[in-house]
Every structure is written in structure tokens, then in C-alpha cells.
């Protein structure tokens, strides 16, 4: 009963229509987006003077109410039960002329049309504010895997399989040749996609293609709304078959460990050399310092003189030459005098 009156009440008000804006909105599948529908001046609403409606316009089917605000209710209302937790007016906003809705948890099947219908009651009513926007909802592909045959014999045909899943909208495939990056003929390739429970698309395509040595091919997942193309390459130049799609070096022979082996004990041994020598030199100290050193502990050295002849005061030292040392004048007539 309820939903035939808003009918009712939107086929009465749909003579009056105010100018129509059009957005478009992107949101991922599992967030949560805004759709905004704003008066365009600034200005404050009586809540008891509007009637608010929010709708998917499916062409050739009836309009479905996402929510509402009528005049005279204390909260807003839903009649799908797709959005009865998950659509949201706020009434401090429409006060404020923001007749936004807030979607949560988007979902493949939120890739609809939406409508913002505001009137006011006082004048007529009239329809003051009209907004529709085009959700387009994405989600990721995963990256594509790539198998291929096994050891095939030659003069045999080659199978390629590559497989992504989870995305959303629907894919482009196409396998490139690497060689020289060209586009394989689509008639070679066999695709299969299909919704899974998630509402997302899972994708599975089949390459046939003759035996050739050394073949490379590549397999591309195109989202157009994302602009993503995600493409992965498989190498049989080895014709040993991956497991997946990644080309992988040949495993290293038992020589070449040898030699890597022995490349890395040759430099551990020449930084433990480098570093014994940078040690014994920090701790070893030089030849002059040890001659300095030495000549003051022989015999008769100035510490010693001092000991026995506590009066005799050195003031310079001695300077030395070619095979002699001059003392200073002092101390050599004190020497004397002794």
C-alpha cells in the first residue's frame, strides 16, 4: 500500500521537474560510497516542508525506492529490502540542503542508475532538486596463471590455460605472442567466464596454438573500468612446463655452485686478512715512538738522574745531531762541578 502511494505521489509530482544533473561515481565492491545530491544554494529546509526520494531507474522496469523522507516523519524509509541496511539519509544534512545518500558495502549489483528526487510541500509541490548518477562498481582481478604442456612432442599442438578470478565488470582476454608482442588470432582461444557466488567474474581461456621452438606467449586480463591490464608471460624455450605463469631461470648446475661457493670464501678470506692488519697496526704502536720511549727508561735517564740528584732541574731538553747529543750550558757545568 505504501509503495503504491509513493508511486502515486511521484507520477503527481513528475510534471514539475527541476533541471537535471548527472554525475558519474566509482566505487570498489566491499566499500562504501557517497552519492551526493546538494542544493545547489545555500540555504536551511524545514523538514516538515519536503519529501526526499532516492531510486534506480532500470529502463523498461518499474523505478525501485532505495529511500525516502517524507514530510511529517521523524526518519526516513526503505521499501528494498537490498537496502534496508544499507542506504542511509541523514536529517541533520537534508536541513542543510544536502540530500546525500550513503551506501554501504557496495555490491556488483549496486552498478545501477540512481535518482535523487527532492520537493518542496509549500509550493505546490515542486520539485526543486533533481540529481542521477551512474555507479559503476569494480573490483580487482587476481593475477592471471598461466599453465603450460609438459615435455609435448614436436609437430603437436601446444595448450595454453590462463585463469583469473574475482573481478568485476566483465574481462577482456587476449594472448599476446612475445616475440614481438602482437595479438593472437582470437579464433586460437577459448574463453569461458562466469559469476561465481561472490556476483564477481571468474575467467578461464584456452590457447591452441602449433608446436615451434623456443615459444613465448602471453596471457592479458583487461579491466576496461579500472584501465588495468594485468598480463603474464610463460617461457617453453626449456619445454619442461612451469607451474606457473612467471618465466623461471634453468636450475644452476653442481659446477656453478661450486664456483659461487668458492668466490664468496675467497672475498671472506681476504676481509678477514684486510681487517688482522688493520688491527695489528692499531694496536702496534710506531718505530718512533718506541725509540722515544726506550731511551727514556735506560740508565741514567733524566727520571733516574732525578732520583739521586733531586737539586738538578733539566729545563730544555738536550738537542741531538749526527751520532751526539748538546746539553744545555747549565746543566753541563753543573756536571762539571760534580
Known sequence: ???????????????????????????????????????????????????????????????????????????????????????????????????????????????????????????????????????????????PVVSIPSAPSQDKELTFTCTSTNGYPRPNVYWINKTDNSLLDEALQNNTVSLNERGLYDVVSILKIQWSPNVNVGCCIENVLLHQNLTVSSQTEMLTGTKDSITEKPTETHEERNRALFSILAILAVAVAVATGWMCRSRCPGRSGTGTRRAREVPGSEAQVGAHRPHVTRTHPPRCGQGFCEMPRGDVGRQLEN
Not at 566499500?31 to 523498461?60: A, H, M, R
Not at 557496495?106 to 551512474?134: H, N, W, Y
Open 1 to 143: 500500500m505504501w509503495l503504491r502511494s509513493l508511486r502515486l505521489l511521484l507520477l503527481l509530482f513528475s510534471g514539475l521537474q527541476a533541471d537535471v544533473q548527472e554525475k558519474e561515481v566509482r566505487a570498489m565492491v566491499g566499500s562504501n560510497v557517497n552519492l551526493t545530491c546538494i542544493y545547489p544554494e545555500k540555504n536551511s529546509f524545514d523538514l516538515s516542508d519536503l519529501f526526499v526520494y532516492w531510486q534506480i531507474s532500470v529502463p523498461g522496469q518499474q523505478e525501485t525506492v532505495v529511500a525516502y523522507y517524507l514530510s511529517g516523519n521523524s526518519s526516513t524509509g526503505h521499501h528494498d529490502d537490498r537496502y534496508r541496511h544499507r542506504a542511509r539519509l541523514s536529517l541533520e544534512g537534508m536541513k542543510q540542503g544536502d540530500f546525500s545518500l550513503l551506501l554501504s558495502n557496495v555490491t556488483p549489483q549496486d552498478a545501477q542508475k540512481f535518482k535523487c528526487l527532492v520537493f518542496r510541500k509549500s509550493l505546490g509541490p515542486m520539485e526543486i532538486l533533481q540529481v542521477v548518477i551512474t555507479l559503476n562498481v569494480a573490483a580487482n582481478y587476481s593475477m
